[in-house]
């Protein structure tokens, strides 16, 4: 098995380049959103590893080993890289256990790219090339029958 990037300051300390340091912003920024989302936030918050004052709103910490994964799966994504020390990202498997609804992958969507308009100072090829791959995703996801399988 490969080497598993654990906790944010590790990938952090692994970054090499503007890229890696930028979806990190990205996944940290729409953790932030999501993880209080009045529709979604409920999904996110069963991974957190340590709660806040108010129990619907979780300090980022609490997703600290969580987040460098989510960054590295989003760099290969987008840049192409095939890294084959890391293990593989089974996504369907691991959503599959959440009981996730259409609607819900929807609004993940919809948060990502409220997200990604956000950012200031962006790179317009990186977002337009990363809204692409969500556009992938949700059909990829809304389609599957091991997910929906009463679609």
Do not use: C
């Not at 300390?13 to 990205?26: G, P, R, W």
């Not at 959103?33 to 609490?62: Q, V, W």
């Not at 599959?96 to 790179?123: A, G, M, Q």
Request: cysteine-free; aromatic content about 12%.
């Amino acid at each position: 098995m490969g080497r598993r990037i654990r906790n944010q300051s590790e990938y952090q300390t692994d970054k090499n380049s503007f890229m890696n340091e930028f979806i990190l912003d990205v996944v940290t920024k729409f953790y932030k959103s999501a993880t209080t989302d009045i529709i979604i936030g409920y999904h996110f918050r069963k991974i957190a590893t340590i709660e806040g004052k108010d129990p619907l709103s979780p300090p980022i910490e609490a997703f600290s080993d969580h987040i460098p994964r989510i960054a590295l799966f989003w760099e290969l994504q987008l840049t192409g890289k095939t890294d084959q020390e890391f293990p593989p990202f089974d996504l369907i498997s691991i959503h599959k256990k959440l009981h996730i609804k259409k609607s819900e992958v929807r609004r993940w969507i919809i948060l990502f790219n409220e997200t990604l308009d956000s950012l200031e100072n962006k790179d317009e090829e990186i977002i337009e090339k990363w809204k692409v791959k969500l556009v992938e995703f949700e059909r990829r996801f809304l389609d599957n029958t091991n997910l929906f399988p009463s679609n």
